[in-house]
């Protein structure tokens, strides 16, 4: 079975701790909402479906360790819990989409206790329902992958990324357990190396055949025939199809075109803001300057250069072939495909 990142045992959200991987499988055990944001913030949890499960055990947690005995109170200290969680990174849609949720099952209940029992109740359905959707998606996406496919993948959008299973991942997957051999390529991922430090590790420990390259040889390699398809995952889908993903997946996708390479997005419908018409609105996060002059402690560059450290890009609808969730396939047009889909 694939890793799952995140548990609920004991009253206490386990969090498998991404920053540690894959030299030591670190388990925290985090006992209140303060916890969650600093490790949503230092992405000892990441990805964006993960980190909106881990913001509704958040608020599960706030709601837990309330002393709070009238509803007024218990609503006021979660609805501030819930803006310091959602405040810890912006980009992802689903960790807003899934404190929000979560705040709304406590104010739908109608005493305390009952808004405490309701608030963990949602966020243990949005796990649950992460990994239901992830298969569905992977069953969805069977009739893109070729008997023998070779994918090729940036960041990590795979088990540990989500609940469990996958997105990007989930696909390939599906389409292993459906008796296609499948092989990955994944990219690195400067700075953080979650491609190589994550993709790979899951992939491996699943038995997986994976490459790892550096970012800058996707070129060559699509240039050369060497992979079948493109799957990416997604922190956030403008209406129109624009996609936020980690930064240098828009140059993948350029790539890809150029080559002929069929770039899909996968990703749960929790990644599709349809409140934004383009991917021109998606906020941006910028990071700290020392993940690109100093990765992993060892300092590679001036500390006084000037760092520019965007974490996402976003990738214009024209370059995506489709979007597969949960619920189905995206197909171009995208603002009539995605707003049938989000009906
Ligand atoms: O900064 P990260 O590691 O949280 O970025 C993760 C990604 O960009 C993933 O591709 C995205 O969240 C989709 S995960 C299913």
Redesign the pocket.
């Known amino acids: 079975m694939s890793i799952e990142p995140l548990a609920w045992e004991g009253g206490r959200l386990r969090l498998l701790d991404?920053t540690q991987l894959p030299n030591d499988e670190v388990w925290l055990e985090l006992t209140d909402h303060t916890q969650v944001a600093e490790a949503i913030n230092s992405?000892r949890v990441?990805?964006?479906?993960?980190?909106g499960v881990a913001g509704a055990f958040g608020l599960a947690l706030a709601a837990l360790t309330s002393e709070a005995t009238d509803c007024e109170t218990l609503l006021r200290e979660l609805r501030r819990a819930a803006e310091e969680l959602i405040a810890t990174?912006p980009?992802?849609a689903?960790l807003s989409w899934a404190v929000k949720r979560t705040l709304a099952a406590a104010e739908d209940a109608s005493d305390v206790e009952s808004a405490r029992t309701s608030v963990l109740r949602e966020a243990q359905a949005i796990q649950r329902e992460d990994i239901e959707g992830n298969r569905a998606l992977g069953r969805h996406a069977l009739e893109l992958v070729p008997e023998r496919a070779t994918f090729l993948t940036?960041?990590?959008?795979?088990a540990l990324?989500?609940a469990g299973y996958?997105?990007?991942l989930g696909i390939v997957r599906a389409a292993a357990e459906a008796g296609k051999q499948v092989s990955v390529v994944a990219t690195e991922?400067r700075p953080?190396s979650?491609g190589a430090r994550?993709t790979a590790w899951e992939l491996l420990r699943d038995g997986i055949e994976c490459t790892l390259i550096v970012d800058g040889a996707v070129g060559p390699l699509l240039r050369r025939g060497a992979t079948d398809l493109v799957v990416?995952?997604?922190?956030r889908i403008a209406a129109n199809g624009d996609t936020?993903?980690?930064?240098g997946?828009y140059n993948v996708a350029v790539l890809a075109r150029e080559h002929g390479v069929p770039f899909y997005v996968?990703?749960?419908t929790s990644?599709i803001d349809m409140t934004l018409l383009t991917g021109d609105s998606i906020v941006i996060?910028e990071?700290a300057a020392e993940e690109v002059t100093a990765p992993g402690g060892r300092r590679i560059a001036p500390p006084d250069v000037d760092v520019a450290n965007p974490?996402?890009d976003v990738t214009p609808h024209e370059l995506i072939a489709a979007i597969i969730t949960e619920r189905g396939i995206a197909r171009p047009p995208y603002a009539s495909a995605l707003s049938e889909m989000m009906r």
């Open positions: 991404q992405m990441r990805g964006a479906p993960a980190i990174r980009t992802g689903n940036h960041c990590n959008a795979g990324a989500t996958g997105t990007a991922t953080l979650q994550l990416v995952g997604a922190d936020a993903n980690k930064i997946t996968a990703a749960p990644t996060e990071r974490a996402f």
